[in-house]
């Protein structure tokens, strides 16, 4: 199971972090993965980091602007977005590859992210 948690209001520029954390069989966690999906819109990637050796992608909307960092011990992925923009206004959701896996086999229930201008 994911837990996603952090989203809400906020002005443009401003900050943001929202954390996910994983629970049940953490020992299969391959990649750890942030999406959106904006109003009315398909659901983007934004980032990934691979769970062991904590290697990072950014989608190229926020290289620069989000950071996505791991704590092994905690289970949980966080995604520091920065510089906020309207465009960044969606619901967030964080999504699991285990190991056995070829693409993202769990997802968590989505965190909205308001930005207003």
């Known amino acids: 199971q994911l837990q996603a948690s952090g989203g809400g209001s906020v002005q443009a520029g401003d900050s943001l972090t929202l954390s996910c954390t994983a629970s049940g069989r953490t020992s299969s966690l391959d990649v750890m993965a942030w999406f959106r999906q904006a109003p009315g819109k398909e659901r983007n990637f934004v980032s990934h980091?691979?769970?062991?050796?904590?290697?990072?992608y950014y989608a190229d909307s926020v290289k620069g602007r989000f950071t996505i960092s791991r704590d092994v011990a905690k289970s949980t992925v966080y995604l520091h977005m920065n510089s906020l923009k309207p465009e960044d206004t969606a619901v967030y959701y964080c999504?699991?590859?285990?190991?056995?896996?070829?693409?993202?086999?769990?997802w968590g229930q989505g965190t909205l992210v308001t930005v207003s201008s």
């Open positions: 980091i691979r769970w062991t050796g904590g290697r990072t």
């Open positions: 999504a699991v590859r285990t190991t056995t896996a070829n693409d993202y086999n769990y």
